[in-house]
C-alpha cells in the first residue's frame, strides 16, 4: 500500500520483469537512471539530442558529445496496452501500458517506458506524464511514467486528486 507519492521504494512490476540490457553506449545512461536522473545524449557539437544512445551523431558526425539532464516531464507520444501476460510471473500485472514517451527538454527524442499509476484505460496519446523511479535492485532503476495533474491556466485549480488506486498489483 505505497502511497502515490515521489520518493524511492515504489514498485509497479515484479522482480521477474525483464531488465533492459546496458551496453558500452547505453551504460551511461543506466548509470544516470541509478541516481534517478532522466538524462537524454547530446551532441556537443550542434545540441542535437539522440536517444537510444549512440556513438556518433547522426546530424554531423561528432563523435563528442555529454548528458543532458531533463526535468522528468513529458508527454504520451503513443502506446499499447499490454493485455496477455508473456511471462507467467506477469499475470497478476496486466493489463499494463508501454509507452513512447516524449520528455519535456529532450528536442524529439522518445524513451520507450511504462505509464504506471493509473488504469490503463485512462491513458491517452497526448496525456502529461511525470517520470517515478523504479528501483528493481541494488543495480538497476527504470523510469517509469505516471500522470501528472495539467497545468492550470489563470487561476483557481489545486486538485491534485485522481492519482491514487490503480495499480493493478497484488
Ligand atoms: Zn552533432
Same mark, same amino acid.
Given at each position: ?6 520518493g524511492?521504494?515504489?514498485r @509497479?512490476f515484479p ?7 546496458? +551496453?558500452?553506449?547505453?551504460?551511461g545512461?543506466w548509470?544516470?537512471? &541509478? ?5 537524454v545524449?547530446?551532441?556537443t557539437?550542434?545540441?542535437t539530442?539522440r536517444?537510444?544512445?549512440?556513438p556518433?551523431c547522426?546530424a554531423? !558526425?561528432?563523435?563528442?558529445c555529454?548528458?543532458?539532464e &531533463?526535468?522528468?516531464t513529458?508527454?504520451v507520444?503513443? *502506446?499499447?496496452i499490454?493485455?496477455q501476460? @508473456?511471462?507467467?510471473a &506477469? ?5 499494463y501500458?508501454?509507452?513512447a ?9 522518445? @524513451? =520507450? !517506458? +511504462? =505509464? =504506471? ?7 491517452e ?5 511525470? =517520470?517515478?523511479?523504479e528501483?528493481?535492485g ?6 517509469? *511514467?505516471?500522470p ?5 491556466d489563470g ?5 491534485d486528486g485522481?492519482?491514487?488506486g490503480?495499480?493493478g498489483g497484488?
Open positions: 500500500m505505497a502511497p502515490a507519492s515521489a524511492t521504494g515504489e @509497479f522482480d521477474e520483469m525483464p531488465s533492459p540490457a546496458a +551496453n558500452a553506449e547505453t551504460a545512461w548509470e544516470a537512471c &541509478l541516481s534517478h536522473r532522466l538524462v545524449q547530446r551532441c557539437g550542434c545540441a539530442t536517444h537510444p544512445p549512440g556518433v547522426p554531423c !558526425s561528432s563523435l563528442s555529454e548528458w543532458s &531533463l526535468p522528468g513529458g508527454i507520444y503513443t *502506446f499499447s499490454v493485455r501476460a @508473456f511471462l507467467p &506477469l499475470a497478476g500485472t496486466v493489463p501500458v508501454v509507452a514517451i516524449e520528455p519535456d527538454g529532450g528536442r524529439g527524442v522518445r @524513451f =520507450v !517506458s +511504462n =505509464v =504506471v499509476d493509473c488504469d490503463p484505460e485512462e491513458v496519446i497526448g496525456m502529461a506524464v511525470e =517520470v517515478v523511479w528501483d528493481m541494488p543495480e538497476l532503476s527504470v523510469p517509469r *511514467f505516471r501528472r495533474p495539467a497545468p492550470v487561476g483557481g485549480g489545486g486538485d485522481g492519482d491514487d490503480g495499480q497484488p
